[in-house]
């Protein structure tokens, strides 16, 4: 291999396997541990003298007290005893090991002679325990008459980790826990109700009708008595008729209204009793000699069951259609249907019909038997028939009205029970006892079209806003031929100019007054307005909105969002609709949504990305179903959206619609991917991530991390490392391979404690961090300043980031954060959390050629509470450093011991010391290599640094490269960039403006500064 290739070879690797030799490190070492554990499973002769086991959870107490009652849960039941109900209540006594623990009950129970099979029958709901045993009970019904029975019991916890079982009553288990004797059951509905023309809303002149039924129990030999009312309302409410009878024999009945007591009981009602004309419903209910009760059952499924007319047909039969209006227009498809009848009781009127001809007998519905009056409301599946005004003595306020809904009870031929868009027409049949009838019928305009705004000019400026357009209505129907076409035309606009949520201007304009309504006969009808709002528009982002609206109440609306920034005003245009000719930058340019991608699919983390045509807000909402639990928002205005979901669940199906907001609001609905299962499918740097985010997300393992400042990255202790078990190998930890899982375990402990591994973060950004815990303190305000009167202040992100430009000088450095100072003794927590170019209070920043922007700055709580922990992190990062200082030397000691003890076997500690520092050793040697420089540099073909260059870097804002920043190359040729998050091109410029080297770069977590080595020519 030549020199060129090597260092070719050796470039790659700093460039790109470099950076992550950390995360591989981590993962080379449980690779390792895994490997050891089975190595020792199979050879060592002791590897069943120890037992290490990774995880929480031991198992669960066996219950005690085991008890039985009756149904009530108090009502005791002996053992061998018997109860006279089918419904059991069995109890237990409940503990756990865990504290606290989630518990549940579990019966198994047989009946004599069936032998137990260790699974539950029934199980109780779960509790949580606290320390203090509690009582579970399990319900068992639908015990069978005449049996006897034995239980037994078990308790489980939430891992499904359950005691041994527990049989009650200390008998043998062919002898009976209990016996259910007897039971009684509930008698059935009342069936067969009659006699038909009681049942199907007819009219009869019979005031003293009689109403039939059949009675039945699961207990043959029970007798039973029934329960009758009658009402003429459908609600109950104000009954006629309650009547109980005597206890008789199983099978048909009846009732006569006004018969004799009977034996029976009058709650409400008496003997000799008739019924006056009008309209009646009745249900009956089955009782047996126990009391036990069925439900009702009500006589043609609660409308109207029979009608009592004696007029013989005198009476007057006369009522008009109020509404629809005639020749009116409506939005809906079930529209009130209403009537006004000119009989207060009904009287002379057997009953209405209601009909609505959609033009073809396929979609046309009727309804029949409506009463001619009421006091309340009937409800169907098919409809609701609503009375106002009857029984008050006066007959000018009586009206019917009558609303459809969905039901599968219509017939398919019936359209569901909707009117059809275009011209209908509505009828009400009106129909006396002795057969006379008449009919009203009325004419409504069913209009669901919305119509369309468009907008023809707009010019605004911030002196003034001025807006032309028009609102057209078209004709529609559901006929071929049109013949039922209607268009209920425009009729007003309403422009409203709005900032966030307040209404800056609003302005109605009629268009009945300006518009040419005896245009009848076009399909279309263009109404036009124009509006100019004469008022003071500060410079900023407004919300544009024209609402029209025709006659039958329809709405559509127009919406652009206009940035008004300018004095001079600005005039957007397009072509009128009516000439058909598009406009090369329409006003209106609808929000849409493409090149949906699902990237960086983990086990518990996805990456949403999305176009949009124009700049928009970014929404993902997700769930594990279309219901969507959880949502992320952005509010930045972007075209490329990118959109990160966490805490996913691995292995599953996650439903996700995007949704974004410009000019208008557009969503992309129903899409679905599944999570990862394993790490194994992941690559090995997302598979680092995603050990990181659990280690993060994990409240547990995350304080546990925040407690140990020198590993950072192999795991924060044995709960740590449990988890990453875990999220390799499952809940089971890795029990196929023996002792391996607590070799993992003390390779964490070991290391943890000695300080062998630590992250170096080296980050080439700026950073505010908490000299405690080592996190990034957001909302921090900066304030740059020196004697000579340069001043410079920021403020960092949501992860203690900033970026500062300052000129070379001596600076101090006030931070103001509430609860927070700059910590006094830096360079402790320098190395605990290993952030380079460390800020010290005592000697300022200064600044020379190099622009300032990599400097930590470590900060510490006010609070008096954290001075002992920040002794105690002193004291510790003290040890870890002089263990670190002297690796080597513990290294040779620690191998020179643990050798000579493996040879003499005294316990298998001094053999897993000795592999783990073996381990330890190569892992340091490795780590060696993850020296990678913090900056950028620019050399000449013979390696020589070239200084003084100008560097120009641009960033894509989404549309074009904007200049972000520009710097020169020092001395050395060496250059500092650290941006936020993005898309960035750097261009390499001679002193002559010569381009001399050019590349794009991308800057996100994995790749957080830009710090690129060009070679130029000589």
Known sequence: MSKGDFRMVRNLFIKHISPHTEKLTVLFLFMCSILLGSFLTRSWPFRNDVKIVIGSGSGTDAPTQLAQYKSDGSTNISTGGTTDETTVVLSMSMTDPDNPASVRPQIEIRAIGT????????????????????????????????????????????????????????????????????????????????????????????????????????????????????????????LLVSYRSATQAQGSRNFIVGQSVSGGTYVVGSQGQTLVNGSYYWR????????????????????????????????????????????????????????????????????????????????????????????????????????????????????????????SEWPTTQNDGKIKEGKRTWTINGKKSDGTSLSHSSTVNVDLTKPTVTVSKLTYSTSSVTVEGNVTDTKNGSLADQSDYIRSDPKQAVISITQGTSIISQSTIDLQQTCNYSDTTSTSLICSFSQTFNQTFDPST???SVTGTDKAGNQSTYQQTLAI????????????????????????????????????????????????????????????????????????????????????????????????????????????????????????IQAVSEVQTQLQSNPTIKQAAETTSTVVGVGAGTAALGS????????????????????????????????????????????????LTGDGIPGAYLIF?????????????????????????????????????????????????????????????????????????????TVIANTLRRYWRTIQTN?????????????????????????????????????????????????????????????????????YLSLDLYRWNGRAWDIYTHQTTDAQGRYILTPEDGYYFMRLLSSAKQILAQKQFMVNNVFPAIREKFVIPL
């Open 115 to 238: 032998d137990f099979t260790g699974s539950p029958t029934d199980q109780g709901g779960v509790v949580s325990y606290t320390g203090t045993p509690l009582t579970g009970s399990v319900t068992v019904s639908s015990l069978s008459s005449g049996t006897s029975y034995h239980w037994q019991a078990r308790v489980c916890d939430s891992a499904s980790t359950c005691s041994s079982w527990v049989t009650f009553g200390g008998n043998s288990e062919s002898e009976s826990d209990f016996q259910v004797v007897g039971g009684n059951s509930i008698p059935n509905t009342p069936s067969s109700l009659g006699p038909a023309d009681k049942v199907s809303g007819q009219t009869t002149t019979n005031t003293t009708p009689t109403l039939e039924f059949s009675l039945s129990d699961p207990d043959t030999a029970d007798q039973l008595r029934y329960w009758i009312q009658i009402d003429d309302s459908s609600d109950f409410s104000s």
């Open 785 to 861: 300043h020196s004697k000579s009167g340069n001043l410079r202040s920021t403020i960092t992100n949501r992860d203690g980031r900033y970026t500062v430009t300052l000129v070379p000088d001596l600076y101090t450095v006030k931070i103001i954060k509430e609860g927070f100072r700059i910590a006094p003794e830096p360079n402790k927590s320098a190395y605990a959390y290993g952030y380079a170019n460390l800020f010290n209070p005592t000697q300022g920043i200064t600044v020379a050629n190099e622009p300032f922007t990599n400097m930590a700055i470590a900060v510490e709580p």
């Open 284 to 407: 009956v209910k089955a009782v047996d000699a126990s009391g036990a009760e069925s439900g009702f059952v009500t006589a043609n499924s609660g409308a109207v069951a029979f009608i009592v007319d004696t007029s013989g047909g005198s009476g007057t039969l006369a009522f008009s259609l109020t509404s629809p209006v005639d020749n009116s227009y409506v939005n809906d498809e079930r529209p009130d249907f209403a009537w006004s009848p000119t009989s207060d009781d009904g009287s002379g009127t057997s009953q209405y019909k209601m009909s609505v001809a959609n033009t073809s007998a396929q979609d046309d519905f009727s309804i029949d038997s409506i009463a001619p009056a009421g006091s309340s409301s009937v409800v169907t599946g098919r409809y609701t028939v609503s009375y106002q005004g009857f029984y008050d003595g006066s007959t000018g306020n009586n009206n019917i009205s009558v609303v459809t809904s969905s039901s």
């Open 565 to 684: 920034i300018n004095a001079s005003p600005t005039t957007q245009t397009q072509a009128s609709p009516a000439t058909g000719t598009p406009s090369p930058s329409p006003i209106l340019e609808p929000t849409l949504i493409t090149n949906i991608k699902i990237s960086s699919i983990g086990l518990t983390t996805a990456q949403i990305t999305w176009n949009t045509n124009h700049p928009a807000t970014s929404k993902v909402n997700y769930g594990l179903s279309p219901e969507f639990e959880h949502s992320v928002y952005d509010g930045t205005l972007v075209i490329e959206h990118k959109m990160q979901l966490k805490d996913l669940l691995p292995d599953t199906n996650i439903y996700f619609e995007v949704i974004s907001q410009g000019n208008t609001t557009v969503y992309d609905a129903f899409r679905i991917f599944r999570t990862k299962k394993e790490l194994s499918e992941l690559t090995p």
């Open 879 to 947: 040890i870890t450093g002089l263990v670190y200082k002297n690796f080597y030397v513990f290294i040779f000691i620690g191998l020179l011991l643990s050798g000579f003890a493996t040879f003499i076997k005294p316990s298998i500690i001094n053999g897993i010391s000795f592999s783990l520092l073996f381990m330890g050793l190569f892992i340091q040697v490795l780590a060696s290599f993850n020296k990678t420089r913090n900056y950028g540099v620019v050399v000449n073909a013979r390696g020589k640094p070239s200084p």
């Open 542 to 544: 407004y919300t544009f």
């Open 724 to 771: 990453f078990i875990q999220l390799i190998f499952g809940t089971g930890g890795l029990t196929s391979v023996g002792l391996s899982q607590g070799i993992a375990n003390l390779v964490s402990s070991l290391l943890l404690s000695l300080g062998i591994i630590k992250r170096q973060r080296k980050k080439t950004h700026g950073v505010v961090f908490n000299a």
